[in-house]
């Protein structure tokens, strides 16, 4: 699970990646039935304008396994707990389940101390189904792609990108981004 990040402005200190099964560290397991194999990567950041650190994580939850959904997303929370609690946290991912109403999600903001950044950000762009298959786009449809923060972390702004060229998106997914203040 890829972290991509400005160069100029950010330093990793650490990073490390598990794979979301019940042996997170054997590389490519997969012991819930899942349909493929999914993980998460995690990076500490110092941030060189600010002088602070924190942590991003990205994940990928099982697009079939509701079971996996939810055993990966306790792990992920057992994990939450092992890094540094003074630090803020930012988890990204596709977690093919819609926000809210989802004990994939409820897991995720109850147990792992986070909340979500399109529901407390300041402002938002129009809501759409992140998921759109390259099909017409569903206006106030489920969120399935979202960003996660720890309390504290305030949300200046989050949208959902409807950018295409010509007609064409760049993925099946439309990208869900955010300003964050640390």
Do not use: C
Not at 30 to 42: D, F, L, P, S
Not at 118 to 125: F, P
């Amino acid at each position: 699970m890829a972290v991509f990040y400005d160069t100029r402005r950010l330093e990793p200190l650490e990073y490390d990646h598990f794979w979301l099964s019940d042996t997170p560290y054997v590389i490519g397991s997969n012991t819930w039935g899942g349909a493929v194999v999914r993980m998460v990567t995690w990076v500490r950041f110092q941030d060189r304008a600010t002088d602070r650190q924190f942590y991003a994580l990205n994940t990928h939850l099982d697009h079939i396994s509701q079971y996996a959904r939810e055993r990966a997303a306790g792990l992920i929370n057992v994990r939450l707990a092992g890094l540094n609690p003074a630090l803020p946290r930012i988890v990204t991912g596709d977690f093919n389940v819609a926000a809210h109403g989802n004990p994939v999600y409820d897991t995720l903001l109850n147990g792992g101390s986070l909340t979500d950044a399109w529901d407390t950000a300041d402002r938002r762009s129009k809501l759409y189904a992140t998921f759109h298959g390259y099909k017409p786009l569903v206006p106030d449809g489920d969120r399935i792609d979202w960003i996660l923060t720890s309390p504290g972390v305030r949300t200046r702004y989050a949208a959902i990108d409807t950018y295409s060229s010509g007609g064409q998106f760049p993925s099946d997914h439309l990208p869900v981004h955010a300003v964050l203040e640390l």
